[in-house]
C-alpha cells in the first residue's frame, strides 16, 4: 500500500459487520499506516461483530451512543488518551430512520420517530464536531468526513425521511466546517455513495430493485464499500488538504445521469 496515514490517528465511528462502509474504511487505514479508535453504539457492539474488526486492527474499541454528548466527551477524551495526543481524522458513518424501520410511509410518519431518527443520523454530526471543537481534540489539517446518500438532492421515494436526514447532515458539514477551518484548519465534508448492501442499505424499501436500476444508470457501475473506503483514506491524508464543505460524490457517475443506453433498452424491450 501508499503509508498514506503514516503517524496519523483517528477515530472510526460505524462498524457493524463485514459490510459496514467504515468496517472497511478501518481495514485501509489500518494498511495504511494509521492507528485508531472503533466506536459503536452499545448495542450495535453486543449485535455485530466489531470485537473481530478491533483485534484484526489492533484498535480500541469504546461504546458510545452518538446522540449522547456525555457519550462523545468520554469517547473523545480516552481516544485522545489512548492515542498519546490529538486526532487527524473521523469518520462518522451512521444512520438509522426508526419510520424506514417500522415500516410508517413518508406521508404519515411518527414524529417522535423523526426527532429520533433525525437525531442519530444528523445531529449526532453536529454533537460530535462540537465536542471535538470545544476539546481542540482535532490536530492542524485533520480531516472529518461523514458519509451521505443522493436523496439529499434528487427524490427516491423509499429512502423516506432518511432524504432529510441526508440533506441536514450535508448542510451540517458545511456550516460547522466553516468554523473547524477557519479556527483550526481542519477540513470537514461529506461522501455521498453509491447504494451499497449493507444492514442500513438493505433496511430500504426495494433496495434490490434501487441498486440495480443505479448500476445500470452509472457509466462506471455502482461504487463498492471498499472504493468507498479508498475515496475515504483519500480524504484523510495529506494529498487533500484543501477540499473543505464540500458534498463529494462518488457514485460511478451516476448523479450527472439522465438516462443510460442499459436504461433505455430496457424500456424499449418488445
Ligand atoms: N448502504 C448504503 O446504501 C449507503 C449509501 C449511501 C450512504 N450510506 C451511509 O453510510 C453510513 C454507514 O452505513 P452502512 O451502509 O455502512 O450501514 P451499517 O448498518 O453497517 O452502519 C450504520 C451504523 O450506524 C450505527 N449507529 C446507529 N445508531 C447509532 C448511534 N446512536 N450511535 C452510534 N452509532 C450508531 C450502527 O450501529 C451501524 O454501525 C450511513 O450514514 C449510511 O446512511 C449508506
Not at 496515514?5 to 459490510?19: C, Q, T
Not at 442499505?201 to 479508498?230: H, R, W
Not at 473543505?244 to 460524490?249: I, R, S
Not at 443510460?260 to 430496457?266: L, N
Amino acid at each position: 500500500m501508499y503509508n498514506l496515514l503514516k503517524g496519523k490517528k483517528g477515530i472510526i465511528f460505524g462498524a457493524l459487520d463485514e459490510n459496514s462502509i467504515a468496517w472497511k474504511v478501518a481495514e485501509r487505514a489500518c494498511e495504511e499506516g494509521a492507528e485508531f479508535v472503533l466506536t459503536n453504539s452499545p448495542s450495535a457492539i453486543r449485535l455485530g461483530n466489531i470485537e473481530a474488526l478491533a483485534e484484526k486492527t489492533g484498535a480500541s474499541l469504546i461504546p458510545a451512543d452518538a446522540t449522547s454528548i456525555d457519550d462523545l466527551t468520554h469517547l473523545i477524551e480516552k481516544a485522545t488518551q489512548i492515542l498519546g495526543g490529538k486526532i487527524d481524522f473521523v469518520l462518522h458513518s451512521i444512520g438509522m430512520s426508526v419510520n424506514v424501520r417500522k415500516k410508517r410511509p413518508y406521508t404519515d410518519p411518527n414524529y417522535d420517530f423523526t426527532a429520533k431518527g433525525a437525531d442519530v443520523s444528523a445531529v449526532s454530526f453536529h454533537k460530535l464536531m462540537n465536542v471535538l471543537y470545544h476539546k481542540k481534540a482535532m490536530n492542524q489539517w485533520g480531516s472529518i468526513v461523514a458519509l451521505s446518500y443522493m436523496a439529499a438532492q434528487r427524490v427516491f421515494p423509499d429512502y423516506n425521511d432518511m432524504a432529510d436526514n441526508k440533506a441536514y447532515l450535508e448542510s451540517i458539514a458545511r456550516s460547522f466546517g466553516y468554523f473547524f477551518g477557519r479556527d483550526y484548519k481542519v477540513r470537514v465534508n461529506t461522501i455521498s455513495q453509491s447504494p451499497t448492501p449493507t444492514r442500513a442499505g438493505q433496511g430500504v424499501k426495494g433496495f434490490d430493485g434501487f441498486i440495480a436500476y443505479s448500476d445500470k444508470m452509472s457509466p462506471l457501475g455502482n461504487a463498492t464499500a471498499l472504493e468507498c473506503a479508498d475515496y475515504t483514506i483519500s480524504l484523510f491524508s495529506d494529498l487533500t488538504k484543501k477540499v473543505t464543505l464540500q458534498n463529494l460524490f462518488h457514485d460511478g457517475g451516476f448523479s450527472n445521469m439522465g438516462v443510460s443506453t442499459a436504461v433505455m433498452e430496457k424500456f424499449t424491450e418488445e
